[in-house]
């Protein structure tokens, strides 16, 4: 009886053994683990930063975008209305002088 109860404490300390020995090797996979969702934390941080700086920047370049369309637009309006008054004034001086010959 005391062989076969040797026998089934070797079998036990054998279990014992492999099975400290698998947790030790998962204990080590959930460590790399672990380390990989450290860094992709990391790098979501960078990517979310880097798209946060990005939208800012790409705001802030429409906004001049759309200042200088808006002075642009006022110019060129401005320029029309111009243009407009300098064509009235040349027809009238064309007029006057198209009647001064026939007046005389």
Partial sequence: MS????????????????????????????????????????????????????????NQERDLNDNAFQRLSSELNASRKNLMEATRRENQVEFKIKLIPSCQ
């Fill in 3 to 58: 062989r076969v109860i040797q026998l089934l404490f070797l079998d036990f300390q054998i279990i014992s053994l492999e099975r400290a020995r698998k947790i030790e090797e998962l204990e080590n996979k959930l460590n790399d683990v672990e380390l990989i969702r450290v860094k992709c934390n990391r790098k979501v941080n960078l990517l979310k930063d880097q798209l946060k700086i990005s939208r800012e920047n790409s």
